[in-house]
């Protein structure tokens, strides 16, 4: 980490709501869950697909996870009557995991019954690695009942990754592969770039071969070029992976892959909290920060 990067995170609580609310609109749909309506509808103009996310994590107060369950239902209603093409993802210390597990598998479960209803589907995310294997074990339960209409996610910078692909494949997994952005210690998280993408890259291979639907989540163009070998290697057909970004990240890399006629799905968050979210990603991800920051007083 750079001294730039130290010196912007230390300064973030100093910047004006206002000011980071600006820089942060292109990732972030908006409050409400019309302005991501809008989004996922031009998004799908375009032949993307979508996932939509309530914001919010590490709730202390079983209301907030009740009511974000209800936004979830009827987020699944909307993209129903809509006819959008999106599914949903869900956070499970923003469902409760930290308070009780049992009510976080309950509100979880209730969502999915509510996509199955839809036929639709919903992704449990990944946190920090103190939920990994509640995530894990949440996932392998609700599957059993749900077959297709639930999964989860995988990070290539936790050392434990590669035990968890051997596990994960077994049952035919539905995961969502991506690098990992919570700042982890060194003893649970690689920290060598070189080391994390050799990682994703071994760990996409295994899922693909072992045929696991993955969402291969990067905005790394060599891990994309990788994929496509794989892809391409083992002869398969554009409905057994597809590729995934967020919202407002490279979005020519997002049009070459669509053009070349691969399903590409676009992470699309909204909510009230977009303070809290935008300012949570930009201290576990100090690099992000600093970028930020030259790119708005064009730095070199």
Not at 41 to 49: A, P, R, V
């Amino acid at each position: 980490m750079s001294l730039l990067d130290k010196l912007v995170v230390m300064g973030l609580p100093f910047v004006p709501k206002p000011v980071v609310g600006f820089f942060s609109k292109r990732y972030i749909a908006g409050p409400n869950l019309e302005d991501a309506v809008r989004v996922v509808k031009q998004l799908n103009s375009e032949g993307i697909m979508a996932t939509l996310d309530l914001l919010g994590e590490e709730v202390k107060d079983k209301k907030i996870s009740i009511e974000a369950t209800e936004e979830y239902k009827r987020m699944l209603k909307v993209i129903s009557k809509e006819k959008l093409d999106s599914n949903v993802s869900v956070k499970p210390t923003h469902m409760g995991l930290n308070l009780d597990a049992e009510f976080c598998y309950e509100n979880i479960k209730s969502i999915i019954e509510t996509a199955k209803s839809y036929n639709n589907f919903v992704r449990i995310d990944m946190e920090d690695h103190t939920t990994t294997d509640a995530t894990i074990n949440m996932y392998l339960k609700l599957k059993n009942d749900y077959e297709g209409y639930v999964g989860t996610a995988l990070q290539a910078y936790m050392r434990r990754t590669s035990d968890d692909v051997n596990q994960l494949s077994k049952y035919n997994a539905n995961l969502r592969l991506c690098k990992g952005i919570y700042n982890e210690p060194r003893e649970i998280a690689y920290k060598d770039m070189e080391i994390i993408n050799a990682n994703y890259k071994h760990s996409l291979e295994k899922l693909l071969r072992n045929k696991c639907y993955v969402g291969i989540a990067t905005h790394d163009e060599i891990l994309v070029w990788h994929a496509l070998k794989v892809i391409e290697d083992l002869m398969l057909n554009r409905e057994q992976y597809e590729f995934q970004m967020l919202l407002g990240v490279d979005e020519q890399l997002r049009t070459i892959i669509v053009d070349a006629g691969h399903r590409l799905r676009v992470y699309v968050p909204y909510g009230k909290d977009w303070y809290g979210y935008s300012t949570r990603r930009l201290k576990e991800n100090p690099r992000m920060a600093g970028m930020i920051f030259k790119k708005i007083f064009h730095l070199k």
